[in-house]
Nanobody, 126 residues
Framework: QVQLVESGGGSVQAGGSLRLSCAASGSLYDLYCAGWFRQAPGQERQYLAYIDIAGDRSYYADSARGRFTVSQDRSKNTVYLDIDSLKPDDTAQYFC???????????????????WGQGTQVTVSA
């Protein structure tokens, strides 16, 4: 089974940008979709965006539209999340999830993903 590993998090100042990476251990085509969530301490996991691997279509939460961009590089078996104009409220652990299709079709519900990476921490200072 393809596993996912996130990277690219760090400490940044407000207004900056980050690119988070989600590297698959095998081919991205083994997945139907991949998505990004984040979770701040004491809060539920929040959906941000997902991408349809074969169709290269991306979908966003209303709250993420505009500052967040999900993309993929199939030659590198990697999905990305670009975040612009970072705010202190963006401070959270960011997770990449994957879905193999069928009942695991990604979307807004974490239960529609059948695998997750370990997360990468993003800390934004004012």
């Amino acid at each position: 089974q393809v596993q996912l590993v996130e990277s690219g998090g760090g400490s940044v100042q407000a207004g900056g940008s980050l690119r988070l990476s989600c590297a698959a251990s095998g081919s991205l085509y083994d997945l139907y979709c991949a998505g990004w969530f984040r979770q701040a301490p004491g809060q539920e996991r929040q959906y941000l965006a997902y991408i349809d691997i074969a169709g290269d279509r991306s979908y966003y939460a209303d709250s993420a539209r505009g500052r967040f961009t999900v993309s993929q590089d199939r030659s590198k078996n990697t999905v990305y999340l670009d975040i612009d104009s970072l705010k202190p409220d963006d401070t959270a652990q960011y997770f990449c999830g994957g879905g193999k299709g069928g009942a695991y079709y990604c979307g807004t519900d974490p239960q529609r993903y059948d695998r997750w990476g370990q997360g990468t921490q993003v800390t934004v200072s004012a």
